[in-house]
């Protein structure tokens, strides 16, 4: 369903996944994944850099744009990527409209109380906000690694604070990413949004993981949370090594795929 009224907060978990693409997204919406995320985890997965800060706006719209061809009638949510919201908040505003006309319905940003102000600026704008706290991937290079955060009780408390406001400044449900499943659970229960986790416990509103991890698609980065449904990535191996020995050995094209 197309609708923002899938984040509500009720006894049935949100199930997302990312979709960068007519594929990923077409695959999730037709098995019933209820709304999607376009990444910036995608210039990991699909470019395979070491993290997410070389993905530009151009990158996110082309593949909102994919994303939508695949699932035209499904909630999308776009990530901001790196400076594209930091800068100056009329950068932000302009850089969010330009997702939503390319076809997301909602834009994430990464960050906790410091984003507030700029959440407020967005809904002003009708922008629907999801917010991102926890482990920010845009915030690598401060992390140093990517680790759970939140284990201290000062980072609990700021968690804590920042989904408080993220709320009140408008945000309509918050991605908790890697954090202790008891104070995922904390925040949960002290906020009326939805909480969509990942890698944080069973306690959330909602569950989200990268596509090509639920498949398998994907072999640089295997976090511990992350659970494979699926091993993609061997079946294309050996898809792949089957058709180049067929070439080799003159079995294709066979009459049947002579075209
Ligand atoms: O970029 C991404 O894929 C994300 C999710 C994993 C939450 O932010």
Redesign the pocket.
Known sequence: MRSINIFKKSNRPIVMT?AYDYVSARTASSAGIEAL?V???LGMVLGGAEN?LNVSMEEMILHTKYARSGAPDHFIVS?MPFLSYKISPAEAVRNAGRLIREGADAV?IEGGTEVCRLIKKLVFADIPVMG?IGLT?QGILKFGRYKKIGKKEVDKKYLLRSAVEMEKAGAFAI?L?NIPASTADEVTKRIGIPTIG?GSGPGTDGQ?L?WHDVLGFYDKLKPKFAKNYKNLWEEAVDGLKRFASEIKNGSFPDEEHSG
Do not use: W
């Open positions: 990312t995320l990444g910036d985890s997410t990530d994430k991102h991937p991605v990413e990942i989200i990268v």
